[in-house]
């Protein structure tokens, strides 16, 4: 069995240090040590997009990331987007507009999303669907999506 590492990374805002074994993917880091079940396995192929995590203010999909990628690095899950104040524009926003039906793609689409209105405040319908891109929903056919995507940049504005 081999040995485990030491990690030191911030996550959703507070630091944390974590030994796992070398090759624990950061997805499997998240969901069983750290207890994190917001963030979804999909696909397993970076396909899907219910992985996806900002890790260091960058979209990335968890399942294919080494969790030793994450060292010194700082880390958002979907449980990172709300405050203390209220849950982010981008999560209310999808409750508000009906766009999550079973719920599996929305951390992923949300995290995107947040995402875009971070880098493109008032984006258009062609720039959601971009950001939207690497993430799968089954269930929705992405309008209602797209809409509170829009709703979230207009409630930032």
């Known amino acids: ?56 203010g960058r979209v990335v999909n968890s399942c294919l990331i080494p969790a030793l990628q994450v060292e010194g690095c700082d880390l958002v899950t979907i449980e990172g987007l709300a405050t203390a104040s209220g849950l982010h524009p981008v999560q209310a926003a999808l409750l508000a507009h009906n766009g999550a039906q079973c719920g599996f793609c929305s951390p992923g689409m949300a995290i995107s999303a947040a995402d875009l209105l971070r880098r493109c405040p008032n984006p258009n319908h062609g720039d959601v669907k971009d950001a939207l891109s690497g993430n799968l929903c089954r269930c929705t056919g992405y309008t209602k999506i797209v809409e509170a995507v829009q709703a979230a940049a207009r409630s930032e504005a």
């Open 1 to 56: 069995m081999a040995e485990r590492i030491t990690l030191t990374f911030t996550l959703n805002g507070k630091p944390q240090t974590l030994a796992v074994h070398p090759m624990t993917r950061l997805l499997d880091m998240l969901r069983e040590d750290l207890g994190l079940t917001g963030t979804k396995e999909g696909c397993g192929e970076g396909e899907c997009g219910a992985c996806a995590v900002l890790l260091d």
